[in-house]
C-alpha cells in the first residue's frame, strides 16, 4: 500500500517512497485505493486480470474524476500467460466526423487560445466504455454486471474527497462554473469540496447502471442520446453518429529486446512503444555498473530523448491515415546510428537535433525487406497481466459534464497539432501526421508496457503524465532491468525529462544532488528545476515467482495483494 502525499512536499528519498506490497497470488496497483480495492475484490471473487482490470477502470471513473473517466479513452496491453502472448488494444478517443484541419483557428489562421481545451468543442468521440467491455467480452470470467458493481456503489453512496481532488476542483472550478452540469456536482453549493467531505454522484451512479445491464447504451442507447443531445446544444461536434460508429482497434504490440528482456508496448496512434524501444535501444550499450544517476549515463539517457522526440513530432500519428514507419524507427540498425551523433560532453540544442532523415528510413526499409495517461496494473494468480493506461487528457477533460448522466467529457481534441510546429497543451509540437482529420485519432504518450523474460512474466508497468509518460517508464524500467531496484525504488526514484522542445531539461529537484545537476549544467542542459510529475505503478515478479508492487507516493495510489 503506498503512501499519499502531495507532490510538492517531495523533499527526499526518505520523506517520498512507496510502500511495496508483496503476494503470491494476485495483485492491483492503480491511482487511487479504493479502484485498487475494487480490482482486489474481483479477484477474490474468482475473476482473472481482465475482470479485476474492468473494475478498477471504472472505479478509477468515480473517484479520480479529474485524470480518467469513461468519458475519454486509452489503451491497453494484455499478456496471456498460457501462451505468453501479448496483446494492444486502442480504444482511444477519435475526433467527430465533422472535425477538421482548421477547426481551432481564426480566420487569420491562427490558433485560437483555449478552443482545444476547454468546452464541447474539445470534445473528442470516447471509447473507454467499448474498450473495457470489448476487453471483457473476449477474456473475462466474472459477469459484466459483477466487475461494474464496485464503480456504481462508489458513485451512489459516495467516497471521502482527498486533497488532491479537492485541489482539482478549485483549479477548474471557474471552468465547471460555465457548465451547469458539471457546477452540481463538484461545486455543491456552489463551494468547492473539502478534503474528507463525501463526494456522492447520482447520475454517474445512474449511467454505470445502465451501463451494467446494457453498455451499448452508451454509444446507441439513452446515454448517447444525452451526451448527442448535450453536445448539440453547447457547440459540440460529437453527434449520434460519431457514437453509433466508434469501434476499439486490436493492434499488434511493439516489442523489442532489451538486454536478455522482451519489452512490449502500445504501437501508433500512441508514440509511447516507439519512443520506449527507441530509447532503450539507444543506451543499451553504456556502462551502467555501479552507475546510477552518474552525469555521463544521464548525459546520454537525456540526449537520447531528445532525438526520440524529434522523431515523434515528424513521423507519428494515427496509422489509419499516415504511413508511420514504426519498423525502421526501432530498429537496431536506426538506433545505433543515432546513437553515434550523441556527444558526450556536449548537450546539443534543439535546433541540432533533427527526426530522422527520410532517406535513412528508406534505406533500412530496404534492408529489412531483403531479411525483418491514470495507469492501472493488475497480475492475477495465473500470471495473465493488464497494463491499461487511460485519460480524458488535462484536469477535468474539457470542464464539462454531458447533462443527465455524471459523465466528464474528455478534451483529447488538443491532442492534435491545431496547426503545424504549434505546440499543446503539454508543450509538445506536432506537424502533418498528427494533424486533425474526421474519424482519425490523436497521437499519444500514453505507455503501457509488459516485460517477459524467458517467456516468463518479468514486469507490468505505466503511468499518467502526459508528455513525460514516456520517459517516466522508461526510467522505471532502467531501475529494475539495470539497476535492480525493487518496486518501491522504482518507482520513488527521482525522475528527468527532456521532450525536445522546448529547450528545457525538468528534474525532479529534491533527488539530485548538486555535483550531478551542476556537471549537467556544465555540458550545456538548460536546466528547469521541478517539484515531481508523474503517478506510476509497477508490478514485479521476483526471482522465487511471488509478486512486488508499489504505486507512486507523488499520488495517492496504492498496490493491494491476496
Excluded at 517520498?16 to 477474490?44: D, E, F, I, K, R
Excluded at 451494467?212 to 446544444?233: C, H, L, V, W
Excluded at 493488475?378 to 480524458?392: E, G, M
Excluded at 443527465?404 to 506536432?430: R, S, Y
Aim: proline share 6%; net charge negative; hydrophobic share 40%.
Amino acid at each position: 500500500m503506498a503512501c499519499a502525499l502531495a507532490l510538492g512536499s517531495l523533499v527526499s528519498l526518505d520523506a517520498a517512497v512507496a510502500q511495496s506490497t508483496h503476494s503470491q497470488q494476485g495483485m492491483v496497483a492503480s491511482a487511487h485505493p479504493l479502484a485498487s480495492q475494487a480490482g482486489l475484490s474481483m479477484l477474490q471473487q474468482g475473476g482473472n486480470a481482465v475482470d479485476a482490470a474492468v473494475a478498477t477502470t471504472l472505479a478509477i471513473s468515480v473517484v479520480e474524476p479529474f485524470s480518467a473517466g469513461i468519458g475519454g479513452g486509452g489503451f491497453l496491453l494484455l499478456r496471456l500467460a498460457e501462451t505468453n502472448e501479448i496483446r494492444a488494444l486502442d480504444f482511444r478517443e477519435k475526433a467527430p466526423l465533422q472535425a477538421n484541419r482548421d477547426l481551432y483557428l481564426d480566420p487569420e489562421g491562427q490558433v485560437q487560445p483555449g478552443a482545444s481545451t476547454n468546452g464541447h468543442l474539445a470534445v473528442a468521440v470516447p471509447g473507454t466504455v467499448a474498450g473495457l467491455f470489448e476487453i471483457h467480452q473476449k477474456y473475462g470470467t466474472l459477469s459484466w454486471s459483477q466487475v461494474v458493481r464496485p464503480s456504481i456503489f462508489l458513485a451512489s453512496q459516495g467516497f471521502t474527497v482527498s486533497s488532491r481532488l479537492s485541489k482539482a476542483i478549485q483549479r477548474r472550478q471557474e471552468t465547471f462554473r460555465k457548465n451547469p452540469a458539471a457546477r452540481q456536482i463538484f461545486l455543491p453549493q456552489d463551494q468547492v469540496p473539502q478534503a474528507g467531505d463525501l463526494l456522492v454522484q447520482r447520475d454517474l451512479a445512474q449511467t454505470l447502471r445502465s451501463l451494467g445491464k446494457d453498455p451499448q447504451s452508451f454509444y446507441t442507447g439513452k446515454i448517447a442520446m444525452n451526451i448527442a443531445e448535450d453536445m448539440s446544444r453547447n457547440g459540440g461536434l460529437v453527434t449520434l453518429k460519431d457514437l453509433k460508429s466508434y469501434r476499439p482497434t486490436w493492434r499488434d504490440p511493439v516489442c523489442g529486446l532489451f538486454q536478455q528482456a522482451r519489452v512490449c508496448s502500445m504501437p501508433p496512434p500512441s508514440s509511447g512503444g516507439v519512443h520506449l524501444l527507441q530509447m532503450l535501444q539507444m543506451v543499451e550499450n553504456q556502462d551502467f555498473q555501479d552507475r546510477w544517476h552518474h552525469p555521463d549515463i544521464l548525459h546520454v539517457l537525456i540526449e537520447a530523448m531528445k532525438i526520440a522526440y524529434a522523431d515523434r513530432a515528424t513521423y507519428l500519428g494515427d496509422p489509419d491515415f499516415v504511413s508511420v514507419p514504426t519498423a525502421e524507427l526501432t530498429s537496431p540498425a536506426y538506433t545505433h546510428r543515432r546513437r553515434q551523433e550523441i556527444q558526450l560532453q556536449r548537450a546539443r540544442s534543439a535546433s541540432e537535433v533533427k527526426a530522422a532523415d527520410p532517406r535513412v528510413l528508406d534505406s533500412i526499409r530496404q534492408q529489412q525487406e531483403s531479411n525483418d495517461t491514470s495507469h492501472l496494473t493488475v497480475v492475477d494468480k495465473d500470471r495473465n497481466a493488464v497494463s491499461l493506461t487511460f485519460t480524458i487528457n488535462l484536469g477535468f477533460g474539457a470542464g464539462v459534464v454531458a447533462e443527465g448522466t455524471g459523465i466528464v467529457l474528455n478534451n483529447e481534441m488538443d491532442d492534435f497539432a491545431a496547426a503545424p510546429g504549434i505546440p499543446n497543451a503539454f508543450g509538445l509540437v506536432g506537424g502533418e501526421a498528427n494533424a486533425i482529420a474526421p474519424g482519425k485519432i490523436p497521437l499519444s504518450s500514453m505507455t503501457p508496457t509488459i516485460v517477459t523474460e524467458g517467456g516468463k512474466l518479468r514486469l507490468a508497468a505505466g503511468a499518467p503524465g502526459g508528455s513525460t509518460i514516456i520517459t517516466t517508464v522508461l526510467q522505471i524500467l532502467l531501475n529494475v532491468l539495470v539497476y535492480g531496484q525493487d518496486a518501491e525504488q522504482a518507482v520513488t526514484s527521482p525522475r528527468l525529462h527532456h521532450q525536445w522542445r522546448p529547450e528545457a531539461l525538468m528534474i525532479e529537484r529534491w533527488g539530485f544532488d548538486y555535483a550531478t545537476v551542476q556537471d549537467l549544467q556544465d555540458r550545456g542542459h538548460s536546466i528547469r528545476m521541478g517539484s515531481g510529475w508523474g503517478n506510476a505503478n509497477l508490478i514485479l515478479v521476483k526471482p522465487d515467482g511471488s509478486l512486488e508492487g508499489a504505486a507512486d507516493p507523488r499520488g495517492e495510489g496504492t498496490a493491494f495483494g491476496h
